[in-house]
């Protein structure tokens, strides 16, 4: 991601762009349900939390699961030209100080000479936001690294800062993976895993916290065709939300403008959502050009350069950067399916979330309590689970429990009733239809298969 | 993990017990390997890596992945009875005083007065292993825990700690997890994510590093049911690497004995494999009784219990804790599958990976590079990679390439020849017996899915 704080930083809100009509679930909405069903908590909440880190329940946990293994499939999984990288979270200092974060990945802080408050210079409007004294310091450049010690001992030699973004790892790794893998212009290497960076206001919710998951891919062309692979790279993750259900409507590409690109960027657009609080980034697509790879050349004094056999030159790829949030991409996931419809004459609360996203893809629901159906629901979760993701749900009435099964998403539910024992047959229930259909327990996994697109 | 780090640092070799015969990795041929294949390569390598840290790559990445993704299987998927977590990193000092780890949570440390190098005080033989000075310190206790800071000010109020356990993230959200969940006794939470220990002697490759991935599952069970299910634990976990191609001979269950048991453990064991070095742990399956719970419930003031709506009856589970490493499992995996066998009068190199935890599942060759194999080369590649991670490898001879799949452990090579054009059908050849058969392209996915035992 961007060194600059700033494109991750300051624009949270983006003006009076409107948004897109229609039913948009609040903040308050996706909190209290990720609270109540158990997707995200506050980290260590029986402490009180702790400084806007969370910690992710069973729900939350599948759905991140979910939607970093959708990216995999589609950035690695399925294409022939990207391979995967898995970097260390602590890292060097002079990795940091090659790539510029040492001395530029700052915000600029004033203290309130009164009450001894910290605050974003930029956000200020002139006065301390907690007592009220205009008595600030001047504003001085904060680190939004991490920094901690890996070794016995604290100075200078065992430095090391929690990475703020994965893309570094890939520059550092390139010539290796280059070579390892065989690989010719163009290639890609993708990372998922956590960065940190020690945000002054985390705000709204998992949006922005200090603590956080990208989805990072650098894609190493020829220079001369970095605006075509640039171009090809908007249109490929655009695709990417709308294929794993968000509207198109909610989505829109963002070109910045010359006085907001990087100093390294020629090109940079911002695929972003409509956020209950406005447009907001959900990722940056951006031309890091051969910066990244010249200044780890000269940091480190090896070539990080590709040979093209055929013409027998050397050349510094150009790269062109698909960064995402993973945290980000959950929220807007959750935020995008958040529906409350009519059913039977009463309100639904219904996640139309799309069926590769759901933690559950199944729930087996025995009508009834009784033991005399419990060895058929084993039978049936024994078939269904080397295939799918599956909850039990065994207490109160059918109704309720479609209803829970509808809030949290899962896309079919599978009924076994006292018919089940002659027929060998059970039912199969739509989240977003409430269609049901009656299935031979020998077709199962087939049909399931099937309705889940697999 | 346990938190006596004793369990994790210091029985790296374990005497002379015998390990099994049969031709065995060395650890240096396993680096060598990892390094060539890119499979993992030191962190930021350029730079002259960086303290023990390590960058998977491409191979690393995806054979790490199928570790981790088989462990959710078993742990998560196939089981009714337990549940997923995503707990934080960065975690409240609370946390760690409730658990113990502030106070107990460390190495003994001495001091060379001559060159001030610091050592493990109980892995010295009196004196510097360095300059060779007897003039040293008294031990002093090190913590081992990594801090940093998260806020804008570097103070007490911002002190944090990347957790060196991902245990406690199951024990502080015990009761959010239980309540949402609506479980009943015995049921589990399991988690997958790093933890950070600062080792003083990292060691043997990425079997003992700073920064690493841990397996962890905590079971609430009625304390009177702890004992079962310990046993059953062990056994379980047993099979697990057993199921993934590890030979029984090279697994033991070691039982500590009463003086090796954690203050807070009624009864542990080590799932140690035979490493090069010797028999050492792969994981602990402990008894933690209900240390954790308890801690935790004085620590925060909440209640840590379990209520039973049958009897009536507020209980505080015990734990039964199975607690793997990721990495040091991958490596175990690598060491048991790393092979040379004798095809064709020649010597291969083969790693005999299962094949759900092989890199790439299957490898298309073209039998030659002229462009008029490679619009069929595409279409059997687009046939299977929805379905299986894919490699296509198209330069050098077809031997050549045979024996570069064998190397990396992919079980299945396509070949597409000029009579796939005339009979729309390619050959399968099977790593381990290295059997080749001809298979319509029609029936490919199908074939292959068996074949892979899918």
Same mark, same amino acid.
């Given at each position: 991601m961007n060194p600059d704080p700033e494109s991750q930083a300051s624009r949270s809100h983006l003006g009076s762009d409107a948004i897109p009509d229609g039913r948009a679930a609040t903040v308050e909405e996706i909190v209290n349900l990720c609270k109540r069903r158990g997707?995200?908590? !506050? /980290?260590a909440e029986i402490y009180g939390?702790? #400084? /806007?880190t969370y910690d992710y329940g069973p729900l939350g946990t599948q759905l991140l699961r979910n939607v970093k293994d959708q990216w995999w499939r589609s950035m690695v999984q399925l294409r022939d030209d990207v391979v995967g990288l898995d970097a260390a979270?602590?890292? /060097? !200092?002079k990795v940091w100080e090659a790539s510029g974060h040492l001395e530029s990945f700052t915000d600029p802080l004033v203290d309130c #000479?009164?009450?001894h408050e910290r605050w974003r210079a930029d956000k200020l409007a002139g006065s301390c936001p907690r007592c009220g004294s205009k008595d600030l310091t001047e504003a001085r450049e904060f680190n939004l690294m991490f920094s901690t010690h890996a070794g016995p001992v604290e100075d200078e030699s065992t430095l090391a800062y929690l990475r703020p973004e994965t893309a570094q790892g890939m520059f550092v790794n390139f010539a290796a993976v280059a070579t390892t893998t065989r690989r010719s212009l163009p290639f890609g290497i993708a990372q998922v895993g956590k960065s940190f960076r020690n945000e002054i206001t985390p705000q709204n919710f998992v949006f922005r916290t200090r603590e956080f998951e990208q989805m990072e891919m650098e894609y190493f062309v020829p220079p001369a065709d970095a605006d075509k692979w640039f171009e090809y790279w908007c249109d490929e993750r655009l695709k990417w939300y709308v294929s794993l259900g968000i509207p198109e409507g909610k989505l829109r590409l963002r070109h910045h403008g010359p006085d907001e690109l990087s100093h390294y960027s020629t090109a940079t657009a911002d695929v972003e959502f409509a956020f209950p609080w406005g447009w907001d980034e959900l990722e940056g697509v951006a031309n890091r050009t051969d910066y990244d790879l010249k200044a780890h050349a000269k940091g480190s004094g090896e070539r990080l350069e590709y040979f093209d056999q055929q013409s027998g030159e050397r050349v510094v790829p150009y790269v062109i950067e698909p960064a995402a949030g993973a945290t980000r991409a959950m929220m807007a996931f959750l935020i995008a399916a958040f529906d409350v419809d009519e059913v039977g004459g009463e309100s639904r609360s219904v996640l139309r979330l799309h069926q590769r996203l759901a933690p559950y893809e199944v729930a087996v629901l025995p009508l009834s309590k009784k033991d005399s159906l419990a060895p058929l629901v084993s039978e049936v979760l024994s078939k269904l689970r080397p295939h799918f993701m599956c909850d039990r749900d065994v207490t109160q009435s059918i109704g309720r429990r479609y209803r829970r099964q509808d809030e949290i998403g899962t896309p079919l539910c599978v009924t076994v009733d006292f018919d089940s024992l002659e027929d060998s047959a059970v039912t199969i229930r739509d989240r977003d239809t409430t269609e049901q259909v009656r299935v031979p327990i020998d077709h199962l996994v087939a049909e399931v298969s099937a309705r889940l697109g697999r």
């Open positions: 997707f995200i908590f !506050p /980290s939390g702790f #400084r /806007s979270i602590l890292t /060097s !200092p #000479r009164q009450c």
